[in-house]
């Protein structure tokens, strides 16, 4: 008896397509969900069983049942701890996510303790509280969270660039503008390295220490190029050598020095608020910065002497024999000087 062939009917899948796409991806999710759930809560797990066996049946499950808001009925389910919304009496891997970014206890349950501290966040961050962490709340303790990781970033940062600084013989006050990074591009010079001014491991091992990739903040990137936030630099480098004692031609060699003169004096102060690269002696500042007087800070130099006047105060050299300080509130006779300012100050 002749058999005819045995005829296997294949069904293809058109690929172009979008819903195989998505199926397959919110089946493996449901599966993922399913699994990291089961043990912390039986609501996950009896949606991600249901929604594995609608799409296992080529079904696709409604957005509620999928767990996904109206806004992505249309977008491939997912099964995100952080997306998930919580409330007093719910547990598992959301319930921790939530405890870390509250700073509190991490113990999986969403009891009165994490109520409380998400009710304080909400109070504090202006926003309706309710208790509910829902998406505005996750969004907002994310944004707070990563803020909080720049700050402590920026902090381990600001404690290299003084080790730098020190290393360059430098102010060390944390700040990596433009003073340092002439600093580091005439150090990397010497050295033969490549004069980027981006201070990596071979600049760390020529200066005998190690740390991370430093670079020059951008412009804008925190208050410090700001007038006020510079002249609290000015101040600040005012106060740290006011007492030191006077030193012909001190702070011209280097910036750390045993005593200063008196454009030794001016150029340390300035340089410490990144507004110069290098000493300069008393003429020198006739012409530098814009003419006139500042807002905040007005440098008066002649031929043989140069001082400053900051938020009213006399800084001067000259003024040690005084009362053992650079700083005076007894103001001298400018007709013979030259009134200078920074820009912006």
Known sequence: MHRSPTTTISSTRDLARREPWLRSQALSEARREASASTLDSQRGYRRA????????????????????????????????????????????????????LLGGPVDGEFGPNTERRVRAFQKRHRMRVDGVVGPSTWRVLNRAHARRNIRS?????????????????????????PATEA????????RGLTADGIVGPATWRALGSRGPTLRRAAPGSGGV?????????????????????????????????SGYDCSGTVSYVL????????SMTADRFMNWGLPGRGRHVTIYANGGHVFMVIDGRRYD???LRLAGSRWTSQMRDTSSHVARHPRGL
Not at 153 to 177: C, E, I, K
Not at 183 to 190: E, I, P, T, Y
Not at 271 to 278: I, K, N
């Open 49 to 100: 069983t249901a929604v594995a066996a609608l799409l296992a049946a080529g079904v696709m499950p409604t957005a509620k049942l999928a767990g996904v808001g109206a806004a992505d009925a249309n977008a491939a389910p997912r099964a995100s701890a952080a997306a998930a919304t919580l409330q007093k009496g719910d547990s598992g891997p959301a319930v921790k996510r939530l405890q870390r």
């Open 153 to 177: 970033r920026t902090g381990a940062a600001s404690g290299a660039v003084r080790r730098l600084q020190r290393r360059l013989h430098l102010v060390a006050d944390g700040r990596f503008g």
């Open 183 to 190: 600093a580091v591009k005439r150090f990397q010079r010497r």
């Open 225 to 257: 190029r700001s007038g006020r936030g510079r002249l609290g630099r000015i101040i600040r480098a005012a106060n740290a050598i006011a007492r030191t004692p006077y030193k012909w031609g001190g702070g011209h060699g280097q910036w750390n020095d």
């Open 271 to 278: 340089h410490a608020a990144g507004l110069l690269d290098s």
């Open 317 to 319: 050299s000259s003024a």
